[in-house]
């Protein structure tokens, strides 16, 4: 079966740039959506289709999505990026939705 | 406004069958394309997708567990319903309900989820 793996964690200082990332056989033929999740809340969608944001969303968060990798890129981070990030994928062949393991996000 | 909100016992003993309400309002379930979609988390662990039921009430299960789960449209089309059969300890995790566009495979709007342990 189909699987996505991420990064347990990611650190990165305030004001740098973090980037998350989300391996997948062939992930780029497909789209990748992504989520923040903050302890003790709902996740939050933050990127869709590989690289659009819903509305409220800061345009700090971008994505990309080629190859075997997609990205979740955070630009000038703050301490309240500070969360779980998911990605997720929908594959209609097989696990309808498939959700990546998760990476923890830590501002310094 | 889209609001979904989840319901249902907060305890079930092993064996027993889980039955979880997901009442939403701010859009209609009659639009084909647009879904309502079952995620657990359990405590500590990552996001795992259960179910999906669409407008037009097409259903999608997570393999592993389709043998386990029924999703149901409530006929005020305002509220859907999993069953989940034969709970185990290890499906103790939060339930979260959560809409999905027409056109899209992404959730956009969550519920506040629901904690549920299975013990005796």
């Known amino acids: 079966s189909y699987v996505l793996t991420q990064p347990p964690s990611v650190s990165v200082a305030p004001g740098k740039t973090a980037r998350i990332t989300c391996g997948g056989n062939?992930?780029?033929?497909?789209?990748v959506h992504w989520y923040q999740q903050k302890p003790g809340q709902a996740p939050l969608l933050v990127v869709y289709?590989?690289?659009d944001r819903p509305s409220g969303i800061p345009e700090r968060f971008s994505g990309s999505n080629s190859g075997n990798t997609a990205t979740l890129t955070i630009s000038r981070v703050e301490a309240g990026d500070e969360a779980d990030y998911y990605c997720?994928?929908?594959?209609?062949?097989?696990?309808?939705?498939?959700f990546g393991g998760g990476t923890k996000l830590t501002v310094l | 406004q889209i609001t979904l909100k989840e319901s249902g016992p907060t305890l079930v003993k092993p064996t027993q069958t889980l039955t979880l309400t997901c009442t939403f309002s701010?859009?209609?379930?009659?639009?084909?394309?647009?879904?309502v979609g079952w995620i657990r988390q359990p405590p500590g662990k990552a996001l795992e997708w259960l179910a999906v039921?669409?407008?037009?009430?097409?259903?999608r299960y997570s393999p592993s567990l389709r043998s386990r789960l029924t999703i149901t449209k409530v006929s005020s089309k305002t509220q859907v319903v999993l069953t989940m059969t034969n709970m185990d300890p290890v499906d103790t995790a939060t339930y979260y309900c959560?809409?999905?566009?027409?056109?899209?495979?992404?959730?956009?709007?969550w519920g506040q989820g629901t904690l549920v342990t299975v013990s005796s």
């Open positions: 289709d590989d690289s």
């Open positions: 959560a809409h999905t566009p027409p056109i899209g495979s992404y959730y956009n709007n």
């Open positions: 062939n992930i780029g033929s497909g789209s």
């Open positions: 701010g859009f209609s379930l009659s639009t084909s394309a647009v879904g």
């Open positions: 997720q994928v929908w594959d209609s062949s097989s696990d309808p939705v498939l």
């Open positions: 039921v669409f407008g037009d009430d097409d259903k």
